[in-house]
């Protein structure tokens, strides 16, 4: 049945053209159309916190470019978020354990979830065996403002 279930949302993915990234959790791929620039730095999300549903990349997509351009790698402690900027800071919690990861990705894009973790961040949590858990995840750092690059002229 959950081999099915997955079969199921990777096709209905691909089918809707979201399979270019890393997407995330055991059942989806692609990326979302949130800007990486969404929230800017040192804003009042710093200290935010949410409470949802954390899944995991499956390991099949080691190396599949994730939203900010960078591979995936499930030995690093990286996750996708919907509208946190690229190189956040956020600490998720589960059950008296916690572990900090960096925001690269975009995702998750299953209704109710609140973020996509790397395996390694998911085994820190413990929730590999179950896939899908509650989670508080709180918002420790912003990355520093982008500035304008200034164009040369000829």
Known sequence: MLVRRLFQGLALATLLGLSTGCGGGAETTGRGAVTPDAVSAGSADAGREERGKASYYADKLKGRPTASGEPYEPTELTAAHKTLPFGAIVRV??????????????????????????????????IVRMGVADVVLRVVSMPPPKTAKKKKRR
């Open 93 to 126: 919690e589960r059950e008296g354990h916690s572990v900090e990861v960096r925001i690269n990705d975009r995702g998750p894009h299953v209704r109710g979830r609140i973020i996509d973790l790397s395996r390694r961040a998911a085994e820190a949590l413990g």
